[in-house]
């Protein structure tokens, strides 16, 4: 029989204490969706508890109650899982695209679970984009107080010295929004373009080219590389790569795996994968190397006049 989701030492302590959460929240940890999206769709009377529907968001469940969305019930909770994906180049961050363009969902692999990303990449930003089956982390790694550095192989054209890029360290306001501290290093300068390493803590919209461009540059490659301890390394291009139990659990930490509300429990049956690409390093700390799978391997789409991807 499979186990429920009832926390064990093992788990992750509750954040809300009594077994009691926002409905939002309990349906976000399902998987469906996110938090904001469930209390859309309570909002639109798509969800009903113990039988009435819902006409707001702020109302608790406990253990037990019933729970439907669509008049379906909420799919049994499976154990935080997170992957690793390499975003490729022209691909839309999104479920749907009114515009039919490729979205990172047509191509992950089928017997995936149903997974959202944590944040968004642009479409022609290439990377890592983590993906997880649990809203609640979703939701914590995205949240700016999280804090977990992001950091960018950039190509721009234009020029620029490092001596404007340390102005940036102590964060920037450009119209009317304010980007915290930007670690950027000029790597090298190639013809018109410079290569930059740019590392952010926030997570907002079109962060890095708005902040490039501020200071006169145009984006015009440009590579997620890491997400706090979690590393692109030499994951090929469009692949994914599950992160094993253990070592989420110790990336997370406790803090993280309460706030967002995490069960590592193993379910019966369940294979935990042993395999992985994550450096164990610690948020800060500088992370170990691991030797490309052959000397010298690219991402398939990296060009040969590029600097490496490797951190
Ligand atoms: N910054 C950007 O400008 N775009 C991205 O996709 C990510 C960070």
């Known amino acids: 029989m499979k186990k429920t989701s009832t926390p064990s030492t093992k788990s992750a302590p509750k954040a809300e204490g009594e077994g ?10 399902a998987g469906l969706c996110s938090r904001r999206d469930a209390e859309s769709w309570i909002a639109d009377g798509r969800v009903s508890l113990n039988g009435k529907t819902l006409e707001s968001p702020a109302v608790t469940v406990k ?5 439907l969305v669509d008049g379906k019930p909420l799919p049994e909770r499976d154990r935080t899982r997170l992957w690793l994906f390499h975003k490729p ?3 839309v961050t999104t479920t749907y695209d009114p515009e039919g363009r490729q979205t990172v969902f047509d191509i992950l692999p089928e017997e995936l679970p149903r997974v959202m990303t944590v944040g968004r990449l642009d479409i022609n930003t290439e990377g890592l984009l983590l993906l997880t089956n649990d809203g ?14 992001r950091r960018y192989r950039v190509r721009a054209h ?7 890029l340390d102005k940036l360290k102590d964060g920037v306001a450009i119209d009317g929004i304010l980007y915290g501290g930007v670690e950027a290093t000029l790597d090298r300068k190639q013809g018109d373009n410079v290569w930059l390493t740019v590392g952010l803590r926030e ?15 145009s984006v015009n490659r440009l590579i997620r590389l890491s ?3 979690f590393q692109l390394g030499d994951l090929a291009d469009g692949t994914i790569e599950e992160v094993p139990r253990r070592v989420l659990r110790a990336q997370l930490g406790d803090r993280l795996s309460i706030e967002a509300g995490a069960d590592f429990d193993l379910r019966e049956g369940d294979r935990d994968p042993v395999q992985t690409r994550i450096v164990e390093a610690r948020e800060g700390e500088e992370p170990q190397r691991r030797k490309p799978a052959r000397a010298g391997a690219r991402t398939s789409r990296a060009s040969e006049a590029e600097p490496p991807l490797r951190a």
């Open 63 to 67: 253990p037990g109650d019933k729970i």
């Open 158 to 164: 234009g020029e620029v010295d490092q001596a404007a």
């Open 136 to 149: 609640g982390l979703a939701r914590v790694l995205e949240l700016p107080a999280t804090g977990w550095l």
């Open 203 to 217: 997570g907002k919209n079109r962060e890095v080219k708005n902040i490039l461009a501020y200071l006169g540059l």
């Open 20 to 29: 009691a959460d926002r409905i939002a929240k309990v349906i976000a940890r």
């Open 89 to 91: 180049k022209g691909t």
């Open 227 to 229: 997400f706090g301890p």
